[in-house]
């Protein structure tokens, strides 16, 4: 199959959707398919396009946010038959509606995955952003979505929340599958690299914060409740990377600065290949307290490690984590976040050698990539082949 794959970034520091983008391309890749991407990065993204698994064709957006360029519907509809589908990774940006502009009327059908974008957290969060998406909606992401093929969702929980921000919606709702590619599993020479890079690190019990270090992660409510749990328990520290997106770090830096512990946090910052998988392996357990989260890659990469995870239940894969025993969950609050760090240090070695176990258990049998990218071919195909899609 031909797959023409329409992003807003290749940037690795937007996060999970273009994460998951590159695991899965590189899997269908690997199983015989041909995938293109089209994206709206500068001309400085051609280093990063060459490293990436599929041909990148970059149309330079606008700067700010919307990326607008209307090359790009031209180029859609230029492009779009040498294709039997088109994927479309996220809301809100010109990208999307491009493509609904372009494909809409045309034989090609085109799939959106929302990525979490219609999660009513962001109503609650930024009202005011959410009235100019109101304004926004009815005349563009709605039409993305109702004359989509299909939209996917990673999880059931992601599929119930994106009905709930906005009352006109109707969309063919499919959920698929969703993973990461499994790790380098020479792990004790990764958590050998990681560690000597960080001497602050040698034979302390890390807790691992690795995403996006943005408010909607929860970055401050860990670092509350790790010095309420940790402060004078020497054998514990702190690693919070990732990349500063909206310059908050200095602020976290002073508040953790206040409580007294500064010398118990690491700020690496991002971590990638050799340096974030020995990260995972390096560390007792994975927090991602998020007000917020669709899948969560990172989650899933650290399961991948077999390293237990403390997730909130705003992480829209926490019933599976939960069920499975890989990982604790609670509140995306401090007192929350607290009780999962207690559990933490509270459990005994061989639970948590348990935990471990299962928590690779999950990772092959929930979150595996391969599957994921024979599902979806599946899946497309399927729809492709069914001629009267029911609406939901």
Request: charged share 25%; hydrophobic share 40%; with cysteine.
């Amino acid at each position: 199959m031909k797959i023409l794959r329409v992003i807003p970034s290749i940037d690795p520091k937007e996060g999970g959707p273009i994460a998951g983008a590159r695991n899965i391309d590189s899997e269908l890749i690997k199983n015989g398919h041909t995938v293109e991407v089209v994206c709206l990065d500068e001309p400085a993204a051609e280093k990063i396009a060459l490293s990436y698994p599929a041909k990148v064709n970059l149309i330079p957006g606008s700067s700010g946010h919307y990326r607008y360029n209307s090359k790009l519907i031209n180029w859609l509809k230029e492009n779009s038959g040498r294709f039997d589908a088109v994927i479309v990774n996220g809301l809100w940006q010109f990208h999307s509606f491009a493509v609904w502009r372009a494909l809409a009327k045309s034989n090609t059908p085109y799939f959106v995955y929302t990525h979490g974008m219609l999660d009513p957290w962001f109503k609650k969060a930024y009202p005011l952003k959410h009235l100019k998406k109101w304004l926004y909606w009815p005349w563009a992401e709605y039409r993305v979505l109702r004359d989509a093929a299909a939209v996917f969702f990673t999880s059931e929980e992601e599929q119930l929340q994106s009905r709930k921000s906005f009352w006109l919606y109707s969309c063919n709702e499919i959920i698929t599958p969703y993973g990461t590619l499994p790790p380098p599993t020479d792990s004790e020479k990764l958590k050998s690299l990681f560690l000597s890079n960080f001497p602050e690190l040698s034979n302390k019990k890390i807790i691992l914060f690795l995403s996006r270090i943005h408010e909607k992660k929860g970055c401050d409510i860990l670092i509350e409740a790790f010095s309420k749990v940790f402060s004078e328990k020497d054998d514990y520290h702190l690693v919070i990377a990732g990349p500063d997106q909206t310059g908050w770090v200095e602020q976290l830096k002073d508040r953790a600065k206040a409580l007294g512990i500064s010398s118990k946090i690491t700020w690496p910052g991002m971590l990638q290949g050799d340096m974030k998988w020995g990260a995972f392996y390096a560390s007792e357990a994975y927090c991602l307290p998020s007000h917020q989260e669709n899948f969560g890659i990172a989650v899933a990469e650290a399961l991948s490690c077999g390293t237990p995870v403390l997730i909130s239940n705003k992480v829209n894969i926490w019933r599976e984590i939960e069920a499975s025993n890989s990982g604790f969950i609670d509140t995306d609050t401090i007192e929350g976040t607290i009780n999962s760090l207690n559990r933490l240090y509270n459990t005994s070695r061989d639970k948590l050698d348990l935990m471990k176990t299962s928590a690779l258990k999950i990772s092959q049998e929930k979150f595996n990539i391969g599957n994921a990218a024979i599902e979806l071919i599946k899946t497309i195909t399927l729809t492709k082949n069914n001629k009267n899609i029911s609406r939901k």
